[in-house]
């Protein structure tokens, strides 16, 4: 959804809210008709409406308010796109480029650049919008197009005497689109465009944005980040509305300059709360921030100079910090998520530079969790009717429910014959003992379902991203202990998987939390995180002694190769001294003594200096440079080579614990690459990587890389 607000839909239309009921079904149609769950009018996808049948209803406001605010804010104000593409090809939006991306001119988006794409029609509409005003589009792209109709070519040489620069990608128009006019027609206005010094030829996207540059097209956004995905619109009091977008499946943080003087706005569409920007620094005519966006998340930025239609603007903002940055309590604030060095600049002059230390993260390896079951009820005459569950599962490990060990009497209570047909809701209990804090994120790992609710002490966190990852709680985890209640809905499919014999082979959703971190974060404010905050003070001094504990812990490394220095000298002399002593046997017993004594000393520092290398290798960690899925059913990966190994083990699983992982060995030290093959498409395959090396006929392994994940053509 946010990528198509992204490409410029404005307006979202879900269909398929079928009716409860229908016609019973015939053996002549073989529709499902009134079996549960209900009947739809797509048959195959009978667990797809969006009505009351779904466990996530009771939570489609949250989503229907982000739809609605995102579609007000696209369907009002002018659009401004810094380019205009003139293409004669039909634009399939179902035709991905690169890495699954809809976008065709992906170079013009990751660096800030917009556009609209159009044909015969949209050219003609387009030279009218620039006749009245100029600056309407920025740059004309003629996309890859050897013929055109005269009146086409005859419209870009008027776009072309209005200064707007026009650019020729792949092709140059030279031939005549049609039999009523000539080639020679189109050379002729092809000649008058070069001589007027209109047009530029280019062979590529790179090209392109560097012709644009050269000419100084500025978009209303500067940024240069993959996989940013901007739309602009201007209301009628001047102020600018930034659509922003992280089309990847990674966080992605940047700097954004808006073409725009003011004060720029956060709008959270799930919430409909407008608060003012903690960091940001005016320069010119234009307005700078930064930005950070989870995977998928999007948001909106306003930037006004009226700012009487907005909330009050922080009077101390931050002009620029190595942390994150929010409004706390009407005052900009630095957020800071880990133990680092942090700097940054406030507009009045105050400077934080602080090492802070943030408490430890909590990772839980289960939770309590109590299931709401949907499926068939079977007291009734209504077959569409929904029979409502409730089973305790007690503490329970955090993994897929398809994987939860289930008793026979909690599968009789649930109707199924195991955990694989269970759909509905599910509540999962967490209780952590903190001390003060100011604050903390809860980040989820989830399967194939909604994160419905967060409830921290028994209050619920309010209306919540269900595209987001991580969640702020704020200050809501108070001294001792505290209990955190999430709620998941599912799809669904693997209830009706056991209905229906046509969804027998339907594959089963992985549904359930699968982790869950609290992770602590402290706030610094002009105020609070000056060098004199006898506090932080305090803090330094617990951190620095900490520091210097780790600067211990990781010295031991360097250490241990001074240490394999030492005995590699040791050796060399050893050998030294046994080669002389050698020469020198027939001088007696004490001569025999003395080479008796170096042989020994060499076997011991050779011994000594092998288990110091061993130790060294085991050490080691494979990093992995990327996963990617260059063709259908296939996935290929690369790494960095490790000193000392004699090939590398590659492991790749469907879930991120690998469970049912499969193994490959590269027996090749040289090799730093693998691709496997034959695997399923559009599945998310998990990776990590380790070195292996062979001491005394046995394989000795480094440890593994990080895992990375990627999605299979």
Known sequence: MNENFSAGANRMIFHGS???????????????????PGWHAFMSLCTDPWNARQPYWEDIDGLAGYIARTQAVLQNGEEKADVLVYSQTAYDPFTRTREGDKSAFTGLLDAGYTYDIVGNDGLLLAAEKLAADSSYYKAVVVNNITRIPLEDMEKLLEIGRKGVPIYFYKAVPEKSYGLTHTDGEIKKILDDMEFLDFYESVADEAELVAALQMKNVVPYIQYQQKDLRTQIRKDS????????????????????????????????AWTGTVEPAAQYAVKGNKTQMDLSLQAQEAVIVAVADNNAAFPAAVSNPILSSTADTRVIGGEAAVVVGKNSKVEAVFADGT?????????????????????ESWGPDESTELTYDTKKTVVPMGSCELRSWTDLKATESQLAEFGVKSMDF????????????????????????????????????????????????????????????????????????????????????????????????????????ASSGGAE??????????????????????????????????????????NAALKQAEQEKAAGEIARQQVKQLEEAVKKANAELKKA???EFKAKKVTLKSVKSPKKKQLKVTWKKISGAAGYQLQYAAKSNFKGKKTVTVKKAGTVAKTIKKLKSNGKYYVRVRAYKSVDGKKVYTKFSAKKSGRIK
Not at 25 to 35: D, H, K, S
Request: aromatic share 8%; hydrophobic share 35%; glycine share 8%.
């Open 533 to 574: 905050d006898q506090e932080l003070q305090q803090q330094l001094k617990e951190l620095e002694e900490k520091l210097a504990e780790m600067e211990k812990t990781a010295g031991e490394a360097a250490k241990l190769k001074e240490q394999i220095k030492e005995l590699e000298r040791a050796v060399g002399q050893a």
């Open 613 to 615: 290398q061993l130790r």
């Open 18 to 36: 079928s009716y409860m009921n229908a016609n019973a079904a015939t053996p002549e149609t073989g529709t499902l008709a009134n079996q549960w």
């Open 422 to 525: 269970v759909s509905g809701r599910g509540t999962y209990a967490f209780e952590i003992e903190t001390g003060e804090l100011d604050g903390a994120y809860l980040t989820l790992t989830h399967g194939d379902d909604n994160i419905a609710s967060i409830r921290v002490n028994g209050t619920d966190i309010g209306k919540i991203d269900q595209s987001a990852v991580r969640f702020d709680l704020g200050n809501r985890l108070k001294p001792g202990k505290n209990k955190i209640e999430v709620t998941i809905a599912s799809t669904l499919v693997n209830r009706v998987t056991a209905t229906h014999p046509r969804f027998a082979s339907y594959k089963h959703a992985a549904y359930g939390i699968t982790a869950a971190t609290i992770e602590p974060y402290k706030i610094l404010t």
């Open 351 to 371: 400077q934080i530079s602080s090492r802070v230390q943030v408490p430890e993260k909590t990772v839980f390896s289960r939770g309590d969790l109590v299931i």
């Open 237 to 268: 009091d001047g102020t600018m509305y930034y659509y922003l977008y992280n089309h990847s499946d990674q966080e992605i943080c940047t700097t954004i300059t808006m073409d725009k003087k003011g004060v720029p706005y956060r709008l959270n």
